[in-house]
């Protein structure tokens, strides 16, 4: 014969003082629906007591990562994502030296006039 663990026979494990009540399975609770671009409905519970400003206008769809909005027919757009730079494009983006030469002047002239001493 196995016995598992000290409860006593018929008592439920974690069963306290607190009734169901006390820990929020009862809790008035309003559903609020989200629509994302893929077609998904949410349906998460808010506590109903909870401002109507609290409540989020978007969240990330579980099923497919999406943004989800309350509008059915105007769900959020997905977000653009910008393509990959080669390193060409990088390479074409780099200041000449003279610009170079310019803003590095520049710098040491503003953390000069920072600590008070003029420009030698």
Not at 20 to 25: T, V
Request: aromatic share 6%.
């Amino acid at each position: 014969m196995a016995s598992g663990g000290s409860a006593i026979r018929g008592s439920r494990v974690g069963a306290g003082p607190m009734g169901e009540q006390d820990r929020g399975f009862h809790a008035d609770r309003i559903q609020v629906l989200y629509w994302c671009s893929n077609g998904h409905e949410l349906k998460p519970y808010f506590l109903a007591t909870i401002e109507p400003e609290e409540i989020p206008e978007q969240l990330d769809c579980p099923n497919c990562g999406l943004p989800a909005g309350r509008d059915k027919e105007n769900p959020p757009s997905v977000a653009k994502l910008e393509p990959y730079k080669t390193h060409l494009a990088y390479v074409k983006e780099r200041r000449t030296e003279q610009e170079a030469a310019t803003l590095l002047d520049e710098a040491l002239e503003q953390l000069r006039a920072r600590r008070g001493r003029t420009s030698a």
